[in-house]
């Protein structure tokens, strides 16, 4: 059964033969990557882990890879996409305990960072912009029923069809328990995985919103009167409470306010606001962070106190393998556990651990990178459609950041994080590339004609 996980692959060959990758992008990866879990994978001899995303993700970015859709044009984000794709392979091929696990962990994160980084590069804009959000934020909401099933019985239905249905082995995920009520992960595998990606999908959804206010009829039947009645508005942020992680529900707060900015008459005003109240706020969560871990082991209280010493502890008990690892690190299989804190919930922590310094700030490289584009963007670009979009990105790219020193780098987030960084470096006015425009300027108070007597 587990053979059909490679279906999405063979479709996408045959679409990437006729040349019909935006096809291929919409109608096949798009619902692999945010319906289908990555634990439906099979491995195939030599190779990784292959799930029904990255199988269709990979013939469209060899296809884009090989034959660009759009000519080529070099960005500082293209140098540290191979810097970081070059930290993982001296890492693993080097420092990993057995270099060929190592050679396939490099084979995986080839497949699912620059090969997403390739199809966000090349394969949205402009074309497919409005109808790549439009079927995100579609197959967000359709997880809806599913959801509710399993904050309702603590049962997640992925895992229950994997096991039930694909015979699959020990799939490694369960659902958590906070509260007295289940957190919930969908496809998505963990609850602050599944937290990020609603973040997301909330900042896309804010480029939908703004989009109706404009044109109605541009959406479509079926997302206009999603629009009209609000659903994914009133929906999203419900699925990421019941997620019942904190950390992504912080940076919801914080997307929001960056999705505040184009509202300000001087976006530097709404700039300079955002980044004051970031600031004041971020001190006092750090402040209450400190007051709140500051206990013993025994003394915690419940499982979300005890959840954040663990995640205190983890920097203060890794800190002398972080030094011994240098610049390359030690691999990801073979950088040392500490004893009782063999899960490391912090994703700087451990790049460091595993790729070393060259890893971590390379990392941090695409981070700052990609916010600085959209931000050069949203000086530059004139047409509130585009503008819109821009801090949307933004607000889910900031949330992804932020939220990964609370969670390791895993599952479908990966390619939402590449493919967000790769597009983010193809963005286009929409009046430069003929698309209507939605200028930002004010109209003129008086329009005046040549008339020829």
């Known amino acids: 059964m587990q053979f059909l996980f490679l279906l999405p692959f063979l479709i996408n060959v045959y679409y990437a033969s006729r040349n019909r990758l935006d096809k291929a992008f919409l109608n096949v990866y798009l619902p692999c990557l945010l319906f289908v879990p990555t634990f439906y994978n099979i491995r195939l001899p030599h190779m990784p882990p292959i799930s029904p995303a990255s199988g269709a993700l990979i013939p469209i970015g060899l296809a884009l890879l090989l034959r660009p859709k759009i000519r080529w044009q070099f960005r500082r984000m293209d140098l540290w996409v191979v810097l970081f794709m070059v930290s993982i392979g001296l890492s693993e091929t080097l420092r990993e305990g057995n270099p060929k696990d190592g050679m396939i962990i490099w084979i995986q994160n080839f497949f699912e960072m620059f090969l997403a ?10 074309e497919l912009r409005l109808e790549t959000i439009k079927r995100m934020i579609f197959l967000f909401v359709c997880q809806t029923p599913l959801a509710l099933y399993e904050y309702r019985f603590g049962v997640n239905p992925w895992v229950m069809f994997g096991y039930s249905f694909f015979r699959l082995g020990n799939i490694g995920w369960i659902v958590q328990i906070r509260g007295g009520h ?10 602050i995985l599944a937290g990020m990606l609603f973040v997301v999908a909330i900042a896309l959804n804010y480029y939908l919103v703004q989009i109706y206010k404009l044109d109605k009829n541009k959406l479509g039947k079926w997302m206009s009167l999603l629009q009209k009645y609000r659903v994914p508005f009133f929906i999203l942020p419900v699925l990421l409470f019941l997620t019942g992680s904190r950390m992504p529900m912080a940076c919801a707060v914080l997307c929001f306010m960056v999705l505040q900015i184009p509202r ?11 980044a004051l109240v970031t600031v004041i706020g971020g001190s006092i969560i750090y402040a209450a962070f400190v007051q709140y871990t500051s206990i013993k082991e025994g003394q915690t209280t419940d499982e979300a106190q005890t959840s954040a010493l663990y995640r205190r502890q983890l920097l203060e008990n890794y800190a002398p393998t972080l030094e011994q690892g240098g610049w390359l690190g030690w691999g990801v299989e073979s950088f040392p556990r500490f004893p009782g804190q063999e899960s490391v919930d912090n ?15 390379s990392f941090i490289l695409l981070g700052i990178e ?23 990105l933004l607000g889910g790219l900031i949330g992804i950041f932020v939220a990964l020193s609370t969670v390791a780098l895993f599952e479908q987030v990966i390619q939402m994080l590449f493919l967000i960084l790769g597009w983010s470096q193809s963005l286009q006015d929409t009046r430069v590339v003929g698309a209507q425009a939605l200028s930002t300027m004010p109209e003129p108070k008086f329009r005046f004609k040549r008339v020829i007597a």
């Open 370 to 392: 990609g916010v600085w584009t959209l931000a050069l963007a949203a000086s530059r670009f004139k047409s509130k459609e585009s503008l819109y979009l821009i801090f949307s």
């Open 264 to 274: 300000f008459k001087k976006m530097q005003t709404g700039v300079i606001v955002v």
């Open 117 to 126: 980084y390739i199809v966000g590069r090349q394969i949205i804009e402009p």
């Open 182 to 191: 289940a957190r919930i992960s969908t496809c998505f595998a963990h609850a």
């Open 347 to 361: 994703n700087y922590l451990i790049l460091q651990l595993a790729q070393g310094k060259l890893g971590k700030y």
